[in-house]
């Protein structure tokens, strides 16, 4: 049963994956943006239809380092609390996700190897940024510091809009288990995201002429996957990028490339968040993110 449905007016051109797909009609000029109305629906988690997708989507959220987790036991786990979280779809519940959102109570679950190897990953990644100490003090602090880890991504060009209402009702979620005295009552919360940097493409350049000059404050500029990141920054307590362990294959930027001269390169990206500042902070994502 759908938790909730509404239409957005949302950029036509959201790629195939997975068996997902849109059919557009192409747009006559290069300065036209196709458009189309789409109705997303909002479930709870499903054990048996969801797991392919959300495998896709946790591994594009870990990007080359999803191969460093085991992203069948992470999606199971997300599964086995189907009480708690979203996925957005188009055509029903009995399809693959376009979006998720989801929380892991490290605490409760860190003997397990798949949320182990997290919070060693986390830890690790959070060493090489000083901005992102605060996470390595709320994971430290006597029995893990109560840390709700929270998973959420989408297709590509799946509109922004999608992402308050998955907030909006995890809090509820939330506290209707704590309610029923389950272990979710958190004192923070823990963002996986992503971010990602311009850089020069070298496809079209031949090994002996240097690539055009591109102003270096602007090759320096940090981008957004999920523009409602930086709504998060306001009411963070720490954040932070870092470079992922696996290194991405010689031109793989190019394969990501944004603009003709340019390639981008991802880099993971962290927000700690107060648990009990929740609701502020969701209320500034609706406000930021209001469907127009």
Do not use: C
Not at 123 to 151: E, H, M, Y
Not at 247 to 265: C, M, N, S, V, Y
């Amino acid at each position: 049963m759908a938790k909730r449905k509404e239409s957005l007016r949302s950029d036509a051109n959201i790629e195939e994956q997975e068996g997902v797909e849109f059919e557009v009609e192409e747009s006559s000029s290069d300065e036209d943006i196709d458009m189309l109305d789409v109705d997303f629906e909002w479930f709870d988690p499903q054990p048996h239809v969801d797991f392919h997708g959300l495998k896709t989507l946790l591994r594009q959220l870990l990007d080359v380092d999803s191969q460093l987790v085991d992203l069948s036991a992470l999606a199971d786990l997300i599964l086995a609390q189907p009480l708690l979280g979203s996925t957005v779809k188009v055509d029903g519940n009995e399809t693959d996700p376009y979006a998720f959102l989801s929380v892991i109570n490290l605490q409760e679950h860190q003997e397990k190897p798949v949320v182990r190897s997290l919070i060693n990953y986390i830890l690790r990644q959070a060493s090489t940024n000083p901005a992102l100490s605060p996470i390595t003090d709320a994971l430290s602090t006597p029995k893990g510091g109560n840390v709700g880890l929270i998973l959420t991504e989408r297709l590509l060009n799946v509109p922004s809009e999608v992402s308050p209402p998955m907030y909006r009702m995890l809090l509820e979620e939330i506290a209707w288990a704590i309610e029923e005295k389950e272990p979710y009552n958190f004192s923070h919360y823990l963002v996986i995201s992503k971010t990602y940097e311009e850089v020069v493409s070298k496809l079209g350049l031949d090994d002996e002429r240097p690539p055009k000059k591109i102003r270096k404050e602007k090759m320096k500029q940090i981008f957004y996957f999920h523009p409602e990141d930086e709504v998060l920054h306001r009411h963070a307590m720490a954040y932070g990028d870092y470079k992922f362990i696996r290194d991405e294959a010689e031109g793989q930027a190019d394969a990501r490339r944004a603009f003709q001269d340019l390639g981008i390169k991802p880099q993971g990206h962290m927000i700690l968040l107060d648990a009990s500042k929740g609701d502020a902070t969701v209320k500034a994502l609706e406000e930021f993110l209001r469907p127009s």
